[in-house]
């Protein structure tokens, strides 16, 4: 992968200037430095390797030399444009994810909310989105995006709360990460046109991971759950993003993203979602 290689793999979509790093710390921390210096709406920068990627709440997401994707994409608001709430742009991204995987070699992945992509319960991608505001209206959004893709882009158990997997362990083929980024871009941009509608919420809701299953409740900041723990059943979205639960007496209530996190238990069928 090479700067020439990416601009004729990607000359065919509506994209703005493309910048490629054989290695760096952080896409979207470039992404950013470039908004500061004026990157337009669909600026991308692709790197190589990671080794300050970022993921929720301060994690690690590091990206070895040659084995994944680790892109950040800038999406600048219109002029008086309405601010979509912040875990739409997450699925944005992981929406683009999981059809790209589907349509290019018949993945089935799911969602796990609000930001990670799975493949039978392992984590396969992730997405970061940090966000720019003037008051209450959206200056800019880096979609970043990771997608583990060889098998050296798997971590160890051992380093992980969640496992992992990879795209050509999935699929049992080679992946030739150009094609896979093209289909992701396409994907995303085309997503980007129906975003927040009643067919994205659809889409979202129908890959979402754990539906219908009992988790266990650690509230993040703002939320207000009694007691301090509690179990509920995931059973949607509603329309900011946010998930819906019911607890055991039937009784409905909400969490919002970039506040809590799912992780497996031990051995358990049921998962607890929970602060990061």
């Known amino acids: 992968m090479d700067l020439r290689a990416l601009e004729q793999a990607l000359a065919d979509l509506p994209l703005g200037p493309v910048r490629y790093f054989a290695q760096t710390g952080s ?97 396969l991608g992730g997405i970061l989105v940090e966000a720019s505001w003037q008051g209450e209206s959206l200056r800019t959004a880096i979609l970043g995006i990771g997608v583990n893709v060889t098998r ?36 995303l941009l085309e997503w980007r046109l129906r975003l927040g509608s009643e067919e994205f919420l659809h889409a979202w809701e129908e890959r979402l991971a754990f539906r219908n299953e009992w988790v266990s409740v650690s509230p993040g900041s703002g939320e207000a759950l009694q007691p ?28 919002h993203a970039g506040e809590v996190s799912l992780r497996p238990l031990n051995n358990s069928s049921e998962y607890v979602i929970g602060r990061m």
């Open 27 to 123: 896409t979207n921390a470039d992404a950013a430095r470039w908004v500061e210096a004026g990157a337009p709406d669909l600026a991308l920068a692709v790197a190589d390797e990671q080794t300050a990627g970022r993921g929720r709440m301060g994690r690690r997401w590091l990206t070895p030399p040659g084995t994944a994707l680790a892109f950040s994409l800038v999406l600048r608001a219109e002029i008086g444009e309405l601010a979509p709430a912040p875990a739409l742009l997450t699925a944005l991204g992981a929406l683009a994810v999981c059809d790209a995987l589907l349509e290019q070699y018949h993945l089935a992945t799911q969602i796990k909310w609000p930001n990670d992509v799975l493949l039978e319960r392992r984590k």
């Open 152 to 187: 050296a882009a798997v971590p160890d158990e051992a380093d992980v709360i969640f496992p992992a997997t990879c795209v050509e362990a999935a699929s049992g083929r080679p992946v030739d990460r150009l094609e896979l980024l093209h289909a992701v871009l396409r994907q």
């Open 228 to 255: 301090e723990f509690q179990e509920g059943q995931i059973q949607g979205l509603e329309a900011d993003g946010a998930l819906r639960l019911r607890n055991r007496a039937g009784q409905a209530f909400t969490l």
